[in-house]
C-alpha cells in the first residue's frame, strides 16, 4: 500500500476516481471536484489549496481523502473565526490550516473513500486517517479539520483521538408519501393550514414554476441563473466563489444531478434555486432572485424540492444549512458532526474544553428544536 499527495484530480481518471468515491453523494465525484478546479473556484484565488491524499495498492487507486490547505476560514460552515481570532491575539499563526471538506458545501457524507470492493478496506480508512495526520504535522499547520463527516468516519475519527464538534441542520425524511398532500396529512391543522396558504400566495401572484435538469438547461437559462446567484452575494454579505463555467460544466458531466427550479412572472424569469441530487437525497443549495414576493422563497427552495423527492422516490432532502424556520415546514434538527485537530498543546485543551461545553449546550438547543415539531403526535413523520 502507497499513499501519496496529489494537488489536481486532472492526474486521476474519473472512472478510477468514481469506483473509490462511488456517485451515491455527488459532492466527492470526479466530476464534482474537478469542475472546481478547472473553474478557479478553488486555488490561490479564494484560498482552497487541493491536497488529496491517495492510497494504491501497486498500481491500483484504492482509496482517497479530499484535503485542502487553507488560508483563510471561508465557505467552511463549521465556524472557527473565534479559534482563529484567539491564535492572533496570543501572537500566533492559525493560519494555513487543513480542511477535509468539500468547498462552499455544507453537506454531510464520507469523506474517507474506500473501494468497496477491496479485501482491506479497514486497513485502507486507518491509513488514509495517518496519512493525512501525517501531511498535517510534517507541514507545520496549526490544525486539522474533518468537516460534515458521515457516521462512519465520525466514529473512526474518534477513536483516532481528534474531537468532535456536534453542529445542527434540518433535514426531511420522506416516508413514503404518495403525493405532496399525502404528506401535509401529518402536519398538525394549524400546520397545514400555512403552508397551504403560502402555496397559493405564489399562485396568485401569477407565478410559473418549472424543474429543469442540467442537459435541459440552455445557455441562456445558465446565464439568468448565475445572475440570480451573484446577486445573492451582491445583497448580502459574502463572495460569491461559483462561476458560470463551474455549473454549466456541472450541466454537461452530472446532467441528472442538477436540478434548477426556475420561477417566472409575466413570462420573465425571477428567481431560482439550484439542487444537486444524489442517489437518495436532494441537497438544496442557491438561492437568487431579482424581485419581491411573498412566500416564493419557500415555494422554490423547499416546496418544489419536497414535490421531486416525492415524485422521484428520494429518500431525504437536505436544504442547506441553519434556518429554524424550516422546522414548521418539515424539516427536523438533525445532527452533523465535524472532527478536529490542534497542533498547539494549550489550545487544544481550550478548544477541547469549548467543544464539550458547546456539545452539551447544543443537545439541549436540538432538543428545544424538537419540541416545535409540526408533525401531529401519532404521525411517524
Known sequence: MQFKIIESLQSIKADDWNRVAGTDYPFTRHEFLLALEQND???????????????????????????????????EFVFDWSWADAYKRAGLDYYPKYVVSIPYTPASGPRILVDAAHEQQTEIRQGLVQAVQQLAEQ???SSLHWLFTDARDTVLLKEQGLMLRLG????????????????????????????????????????????????????????VYHHFYLDTFDRKWGMATLSLGFFKQLGRTMP??????????????????????????????????????????????????????????????????????KISRGFLPTRT?????????????????????????????????????????????
Open 41 to 75: 473556484c478553488v486555488g490561490e484565488k479564494f484560498g482552497w489549496w487541493p491536497r488529496f491524499v491517495v492510497a494504491y495498492d501497486n498500481d491500483k487507486l484504492v482509496g482517497a481523502v479530499p484535503v485542502y490547505l487553507k488560508d483563510n476560514s471561508y465557505g
Open 139 to 141: 507541514s507545520g499547520v
Open 168 to 223: 445542527c441542520q434540518f433535514h426531511w425524511t420522506n416516508h413514503e408519501y404518495k403525493n405532496f398532500d399525502d404528506y401535509l396529512q401529518t402536519f398538525s391543522a394549524a400546520k397545514r393550514k400555512k403552508i397551504k396558504r403560502e402555496r397559493r400566495r405564489a399562485e396568485e401572484q401569477g407565478i410559473e414554476l418549472e424543474v429543469l435538469h442540467g442537459n435541459e438547461m440552455s445557455d441562456e437559462q445558465w446565464q
Open 256 to 325: 441528472n444531478n442538477v436540478v434548477v427550479v426556475f420561477a417566472k412572472f409575466q413570462g420573465q424569469y425571477v428567481a431560482s434555486a439550484f439542487n444537486i441530487k444524489g442517489e437518495h437525497t436532494l441537497y438544496g443549495r442557491h438561492w437568487g432572485c431579482n424581485a419581491d414576493f411573498h412566500s416564493l422563497h419557500f415555494e422554490a427552495c423547499y416546496y418544489q424540492g419536497l414535490e421531486y423527492c416525492i415524485k422521484h422516490g428520494l429518500q431525504h432532502f437536505e436544504p442547506g444549512a441553519q434556518g429554524e424556520h
Open 337 to 381: 458532526w465535524s472532527a478536529h485537530w490542534i497542533a498547539h498543546p494549550e489550545f487544544k485543551q481550550a478548544i477541547t474544553a469549548f467543544c464539550m461545553q458547546e456539545q452539551r449546550e447544543m443537545e439541549l438547543y436540538i432538543e428545544e428544536l424538537n419540541s416545535h415539531s409540526p408533525f401531529k403526535a401519532t404521525s411517524n413523520a
